[in-house]
């Protein structure tokens, strides 16, 4: 069963594996050492007990005024499909519940179909469109937006 635990600078090489697997234009280390490190963010790790506490995915946000925002989110593709981003984001909104009334935001490719489908099915709607946003390619990114209290942020039962 996959366990949900708050990230450490210990988890920078398992974290720096995924990401490179999972996108074309990677986060450094330093980037991911600065989320960690500030008191504003939120880092969550998703870990395979049965693998030696392996970390498996992770979620990074942060917090700005009037909303959280979803920086990072990525599991190793040997785990995708068993419902861990959706664990992750289920377990960020029960953290976060008692901010009341800051909502979520977050920017995707719009070619990629499987994290929209996950984020809408969490509460996430579209309300923007970036255009040239990615770097790497010049694709453009749809802005999403999630209310403090959309339904579909439930954290799912354990796998």
């Not at 600078?9 to 500030?38: H, N």
């Amino acid at each position: 069963m996959i366990e949900l635990r708050r990230l450490g600078v210990g988890d920078l090489p398992a974290i720096e594996k995924i990401e490179r697997r999972a996108y074309p234009t990677p986060w450094s280390r330093s980037m991911f050492a600065s989320e960690l490190a500030k008191p504003s963010s939120i880092c969550l790790g998703a870990v395979d007990p049965d693998a030696r506490d392996t970390l498996v995915g992770y979620l990074v946000v942060s917090r700005y005024v009037d909303a959280w925002h979803v920086m990072n989110i990525a599991v190793d593709e040997r785990y995708r499909r068993r419902g861990i981003a959706r664990r992750l984001l289920g377990q960020l909104f029960a953290l976060t519940a008692a901010e009341g009334l800051r909502g979520y935001t977050l920017e995707v490719r719009i070619s990629n179909a499987r994290a929209i489908e996950l984020y809408e099915r969490a509460g996430f709607r579209t309300t923007g469109l970036r255009r040239g946003y990615y770097t790497d390619n010049r694709e453009d990114a749809y802005v999403m937006w999630r209310d403090p209290f959309a339904p579909g942020g439930e954290t799912p039962p354990a796998s």
